[in-house]
C-alpha cells in the first residue's frame, strides 16, 4: 500500500492520490496532536469536499499545505486526511507502514497547537517544553523517523528544525542527540534504552501504545482493537522473537513504567480515535 496524498497544486479540490507499486513524488508530512473529532479531517470529508471550504479548513491542514508550497513541494501527506479508518485492512498497513512514510518523507511539519507565537523553545519554562506534543506515543515516531523536522507554533510560525532544538528536545525526551540526529540508527540503541523513550508518554486507547511502537523497534504485527493491555504483551513477544535483546525484561526496573490510560479526546494524537 502506497501513501495517499493531497496534491497542493489542486487545493481547491484537495483530491487523494494513490501511488501503488511506484515510489510516490517528493512529499511533506504532518505530525501533529489530534484535538476533538469534530475537528479534524477525515479520508471521507476530503472526498466530500470539506477541505474546499476555508471556513471549515482546520489551520493545521491549510497551514501545512501553504508551507509545504512554499518549501516545494507538491504533495502532503497527513495522517487523518489520507487514512480510511472505517477500512480495517487499509488501516492495519497504514499503522505497519507510518515509520517508513515519515522516514521517507522530505520534510516533516511538527505542529504544536499548544505553543503560542512568541515562545522561546530553549528556555526550560516555556510552552515548548511542555507541550503535549512530546507526551503522546505516536509523535515518538514522528521525531525520530524523518530527517528533517520542523517545528511550528499555533500560527504555523517557525519555532526551529531539530537541528536547532537538539539540546532542548534532549532535555526535554531524554533522547541522546545522536538518534535524534540520526547520527546513530535506532537499532543500535538497546530494546530498554528505546523503551525507556517511550516512558510517561500516553495513548487515547491501551493497544495504540503498543501500535505506535512498532516502527521503533521495526517489528510488524496484526492489529486486534479491544485487546487492551495483551497488545503490549504481544508486542514484547515480537520483540523477543525479531530482536531476542534480553534487556527487554530489565527495563521497567531503569526506567518509568510506559503510560497505557486513557487520554480525553483532545489529547490524542494518532491515526485511531
Same mark, same amino acid.
Given at each position: ?9 489542486? %487545493?481547491?479540490?484537495?483530491? /487523494? ?18 484535538? +476533538?473529532?469534530?475537528?479534524? &479531517? @477525515?479520508?471521507?470529508?476530503? /472526498? ?12 493545521? &491542514? ?53 505553543? #503560542?507565537?512568541?515562545? +522561546?523553545?530553549?528556555? #526550560? ?5 511542555? @507541550? ?11 521525531? /525520530? ?40 540508527? /535506532?537499532?543500535?540503541?538497546?530494546? $530498554?534504552?528505546?523503551?525507556?523513550? $517511550? ?22 504485527? #496484526?492489529?486486534?482493537?479491544? +485487546? ?23 527495563? %521497567? ?11 480525553? #479526546? ?8
Amino acid at each position: 500500500m502506497a501513501c495517499s496524498v493531497i496534491p497542493l497544486y489542486v %487545493s481547491k479540490t484537495f483530491q /487523494l492520490t494513490e501511488f501503488f507499486g511506484v515510489p510516490p513524488p517528493p512529499y511533506a508530512i504532518l505530525s501533529h496532536t489530534w484535538g +476533538e473529532d469534530s475537528e479534524e &479531517v @477525515s479520508y471521507h470529508d476530503v /472526498l466530500t469536499g470539506r477541505l474546499n471550504v476555508v471556513e471549515t479548513r482546520p489551520i493545521k &491542514v491549510s497551514g501545512c499545505c501553504e508551507q509545504a508550497k512554499r518549501d516545494g513541494c507538491d504533495y502532503v501527506w497527513i495522517d487523518t486526511c489520507c487514512i480510511d479508518k472505517t477500512n480495517s485492512v487499509e488501516l492495519q498497513e497504514a499503522i505497519n507502514s507510518m515509520f517508513k512514510w515519515y522516514q521517507e518523507a522530505e520534510i516533516c511539519y511538527a505542529f504544536l497547537s499548544d505553543v #503560542p507565537t512568541g515562545d +522561546e523553545p530553549q528556555n #526550560p519554562g516555556s510552552s515548548f517544553s511542555s @507541550s503535549r506534543w512530546f507526551q503522546r506515543g505516536w509523535t515518538l515516531q514522528e521525531l /525520530l523517523a524523518p530527517f528533517d523536522v520542523c517545528f511550528y507554533d499555533s500560527e504555523w510560525q517557525s519555532l526551529g528544525t531539530k537541528g536547532d532544538l537538539c539540546d532542548a528536545i534532549e532535555e526535554i525526551t531524554r533522547i541522546q542527540s545522536s538518534f535524534l540526529l540520526g547520527l546513530e540508527e /535506532l537499532h543500535d540503541a538497546s530494546v $530498554a534504552q528505546r523503551m525507556c523513550w $517511550a516512558a510517561r508518554r500516553v495513548t487515547k486507547r491501551k493497544e495504540d501504545m503498543a501500535y505506535c511502537l512498532l516502527g521503533i523497534f521495526g517489528v510488524a504485527m #496484526p492489529m486486534i482493537y479491544g +485487546e487492551g493491555d495483551r497488545a503490549f504483551r504481544r508486542l514484547q513477544e515480537q520483540i523477543m522473537k525479531d530482536i531476542g535483546d534480553d534487556s527487554i525484561l530489565a527495563w %521497567s526496573s531503569s526506567c518509568q513504567r510506559i503510560s497505557i490510560r486513557k487520554l480525553q #479526546p483532545d489529547c490524542f494524537t494518532g491515526t485511531t480515535s
